[in-house]
């Protein structure tokens, strides 16, 4: 795993860089900005994520770990592959990336080449609380304060009938992508689409909740 690099900018144009460390050349692609902050000949650090595929190895960098964490957290959802993560964090910031989450507001994202409104709803959903999640997870929002949405809601009312985490994300992420308006602003009617979708509950807990 290459967690990081350090060394001798060879190249940078487009959105791609090398690096010369130790005397191999790495290949990065970077946002177009990031691109820009690099000068040819000085040493630069980076952040990075290797992508493995079965035809290819794909090595993406970044300027700090907020955006390496947030790369991750895109490519996490489904429909986002890491192209599409670069494409998102080539226009918007982490802290736009927060900001639209928060807001329940998945225009930014539509706005980014190659992402559907499907997929841009998709993101907002399935992220909904990941991105303060190494500081708050989603769990304490069931004991703390309100949550900001109706699918937080919904979130932390399947995570507590013991649903995984990650698995509830997903199937909220789904039924919403595939429901109207009306239907994702009522807590009742989107818990019970996405224990429809979810199928048998894997607890008694939630079992029970989906009879």
Request: hydrophobic fraction near 45%.
């Given at each position: 795993?290459?967690?990081?690099?350090?060394?001798?900018?060879?190249s940078?144009?487009?959105?791609?860089?090398?690096?010369?460390?130790?005397?191999?050349?790495?290949?990065?692609?970077?946002?177009?900005?990031?691109?820009?902050?690099?000068?040819?000949?000085?040493?630069?650090?980076?952040?990075?994520?290797?992508?493995?595929?079965?035809?290819?190895?794909?090595?993406?960098?970044?300027?700090?770990?907020?955006?390496?964490?947030?790369?991750?957290l895109?490519?996490?959802?489904?429909?986002?592959?890491?192209?599409?993560?670069?494409?998102?964090?080539?226009?918007?910031?982490?802290?736009?990336?927060?900001?639209?989450?928060?807001?329940?507001?998945?225009?930014?994202?539509?706005?980014?080449?190659?992402?559907?409104?499907?997929?841009?709803?998709?993101i907002v959903?399935?992220?909904?609380?990941?991105?303060?999640?190494?500081?708050?997870?989603?769990?304490?929002?069931?004991?703390?304060?309100?949550?900001?949405?109706?699918?937080?809601?919904?979130?932390?009312?399947?995570?507590?009938?013991?649903?995984?985490?990650?698995?509830?994300?997903?199937?909220?992420?789904?039924?919403?992508?595939?429901t109207?308006?009306?239907?994702?602003?009522?807590?009742?009617?989107?818990?019970?689409?996405?224990?429809?979708?979810?199928?048998?509950?894997?607890?008694?807990?939630?079992?029970k909740?989906?009879?």
């Open positions: 795993m290459i967690s990081s690099l350090r060394g001798t900018v060879l940078a144009s487009g959105g791609t860089a090398v690096i010369e460390v130790g005397g191999v050349g790495f290949a990065l692609q970077l946002t177009p900005d990031h691109v820009l902050s690099l000068r040819i000949g000085e040493e630069a650090f980076l952040h990075t994520s290797l992508i493995v595929r079965e035809d290819a190895l794909q090595l993406f960098g970044f300027a700090d770990r907020e955006q390496l964490e947030v790369f991750e895109l490519t996490s959802v489904s429909g986002v592959g890491p192209k599409s993560a670069i494409g998102v964090l080539s226009v918007l910031t982490p802290d736009d990336i927060a900001a639209a989450v928060a807001a329940d507001d998945d225009a930014p994202f539509r706005k980014v080449s190659g992402i559907g409104p499907k997929t841009a709803k998709l959903v399935s992220l909904t609380g990941k991105l303060v999640a190494t500081r708050r997870p989603v769990r304490a929002a069931a004991s703390g304060g309100a949550p900001s949405s109706v699918s937080d809601s919904v979130l932390i009312a399947l995570v507590g009938l013991g649903w995984p985490e990650k698995v509830a994300a997903e199937a909220v992420a789904e039924v919403v992508a595939d109207d308006e009306k239907q994702r602003d009522s807590v009742q009617t989107l818990l019970r689409l996405t224990l429809a979708r979810l199928g048998p509950g894997q607890t008694s807990g939630a079992a909740a989906s009879r």
